[in-house]
């Protein structure tokens, strides 16, 4: 007989966590239930959040973005403050499923389902987010970069409940991007995503830029390809519009050639491996080019023989 | 391990004994016989079984039962009254917006939500709005075009007024649209 605990704090949760093994927190249930129904999982009981109070609250603030249990894509995509300093993950939340998915699955779900198709979870690692994990032991804090360890597995120990996510504030002029290729553009999930945080000083010289892949890979990858663009000059100010410096599109092909190399795509019912390591370096320069226009707002000016 | 739960169904509140594996929609339909509410994967894929929990579109079939405790939920059972059909409902009618009609409660509480948060969509805003519920037959051009012609009769006939945002995370700009029989709908995104 499946149990269903009502906790009214996260101390409670991770009680229950350890008192009930077996127990699984069940936070939007989108995984969960279809799972369940479908026969595909076998669980004692599930932890409810819906008790706890506040547990759903997204945090703006000097100190950066604090997404909680029960967090909604929806949440997450609906805050303004999201698409101005950390346009990467709001493209992403905006990326899953429908609407009626949106209202109900988490970011912090979606990282604990652990797929390596997790569109937020690429958002989250070029942003260098820490994952805060909470047990009867006490709190402690994980890198994302460390949190996945295959497909559907993470660092999380048993009795253990991910109590945050905390997002570092922007570290510059900040532009983001998330592209998601796959055959429908809502219900669906990625066939190759590429994310991408940059960030320029106000010389329009990138002071760093990260790029982090879904589907390519056991994990989400977070791959070194950034460092073609980090330091690079990208762009020249010019009272108000943004001048585009020549070479761009060959620091952007070269960070695509680098994200491509770092990937190990398998074929599946969704498109082979060879499918995907041709749409890797496509998804990637898109992100990147959409990255910097949001780094870059305003006109931009293109002089003669500069490609882009 | 069955559980009591309280549930505001198109206002009217009942009190079920459920499972905790039983979803929203098995409630709805087997329980409180409210069969409008369609169940057509049962995993999330269709939207065919999409209502309003506290005014926001889910599908009912991703949803225990018991999650919703305490929750306000509209169906298409709800959307008529006494004095005959939603604009909605009208529009679908007028425009051929159903054929088979197994999708069409979804389709209608998704584009209720749509409507009482933002009453002037665009194309591109009905079509995201809709885009988690499938339609096998009409090739969505009628429902597009059902839902365009609804918010534009509800624009000639209502007073729209700003209301305060209830829950963090909602959309900043939501509204509340008092129609013209001079009350608020429910779902207006406060939770209950
Ligand atoms: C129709 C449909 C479309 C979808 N489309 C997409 C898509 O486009 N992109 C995408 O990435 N995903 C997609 N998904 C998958 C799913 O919606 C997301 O992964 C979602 O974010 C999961 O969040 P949830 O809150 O619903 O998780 P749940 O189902 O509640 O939980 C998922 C897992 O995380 C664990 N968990 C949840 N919260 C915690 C916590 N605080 N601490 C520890 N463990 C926790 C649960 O125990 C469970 O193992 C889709 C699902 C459906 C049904
Ligand atoms: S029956 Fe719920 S989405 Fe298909
Ligand atoms: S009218 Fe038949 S599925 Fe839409």
Not at chain 1, 140 to 151: K, T
Not at chain 1, 246 to 255: E, L, M, N, R
Not at chain 1, 271 to 284: E, L, N, T
Not at chain 2, 128 to 146: E, M
């Amino acid at each position: 007989m499946l149990e269903y605990h009502r906790p009214a704090s996260v101390e409670e949760a991770v009680g229950v966590l350890a008192g009930r093994p077996g127990s699984v927190v069940l936070a939007g249930g989108t995984d969960l239930v279809p799972a369940y129904r479908a026969g595909r999982q076998s669980v004692r009981g599930y932890v409810s959040l819906r008790g706890i109070p506040g547990v759903g609250e997204l945090s703006v603030g000097a100190d950066g973005l604090v997404i909680r249990p029960l967090s909604t894509h929806a949440a997450v995509a609906s805050h303004p403050e999201v698409w101005a300093r950390w346009p990467a993950l709001a493209w992403a939340c905006q990326s899953v499923g429908s609407v009626q998915v949106r209202n109900l699955g988490t970011v912090v779900g979606n990282i604990c389902h652990a797929s390596p198709a997790a569109d937020t979870a690429s958002a989250l690692l070029t942003l260098g987010a820490v994952v805060e994990a909470r047990s009867l032991q006490g709190t402690r804090d994980i890198p994302i970069a460390e949190f996945f360890l295959g497909s559907g597995r993470t660092v999380l120990q048993p009795g253990e409940m991910v109590s945050a996510i905390r997002v570092p504030p922007p570290a510059g002029l900040g532009g983001g991007a998330y592209v998601k290729i796959s055959p429908r553009r809502a219900m669906d999930i990625a066939v190759v995503g590429a994310a991408v945080s940059l960030w320029l000083d106000e010389n329009g010289r990138c002071l760093d830029c990260r790029v982090a892949l879904a589907s390519v890979a056991p994990v989400p990858l977070l791959t070194g390809a950034g460092a073609a663009v980090v330091g690079q000059q990208l762009a020249l100010p010019h009272d108000g519009t943004w001048e585009l410096v020549s070479g761009v599109h060959d620091i952007f092909a070269q960070a695509a050639q680098l994200a491509t190399e770092a990937a190990s795509p398998i074929s599946d019912v969704r498109a082979s491996a060879d499918y995907r390591r041709a749409m890797i370096p496509v998804a990637v320069r898109r992100a990147l080019w959409q990255a910097l226009g949001r780094a870059t707002p305003g006109e931009w000016v293109i002089r003669e023989g500069v490609q882009a | 391990m069955s559980i009591e739960i309280t549930l505001t169904v198109n206002r009217r509140e009942y009190k079920v004994d459920v499972e905790p594996t039983r979803t929203l929609l098995q409630v709805l339909r087997d329980d409180l016989a409210l069969t409008g509410t369609k169940e057509g994967c049962d995993a999330g894929d269709c939207g065919a079984c999409t209502v309003l929990w506290d005014g926001r579109p889910v599908s009912s079939c991703l949803v225990l039962a018991v999650e919703a405790d305490g929750g306000h939920i509209e169906t298409v059972e709800g959307l008529a009254d006494e004095q005959g059909l939603h604009v909605l409902q009208e529009a679908f009618l007028e425009h051929g917006a159903a054929q088979c009609g197994f999708c069409t409660p979804g389709m209608l509480m998704s584009a209720k939500a749509l409507l009482d948060n933002n009453p002037h969509p665009s194309e591109g805003e009905i079509r995201t709005a809709l885009a988690g519920n499938l339609c096998r037959c009409t090739g969505y051009g009628k429902i597009v075009a059902a839902v365009k012609h609804a918010a534009e009769a509800m624009a000639a006939s209502t007073i729209t007024a700003l209301a305060p945002v209830a829950t963090a995370g909602d959309t900043p700009s939501e509204r509340v649209v008092v129609d013209h029989r001079g009350e608020a709908p429910e779902g207006d995104g406060a939770h209950g």
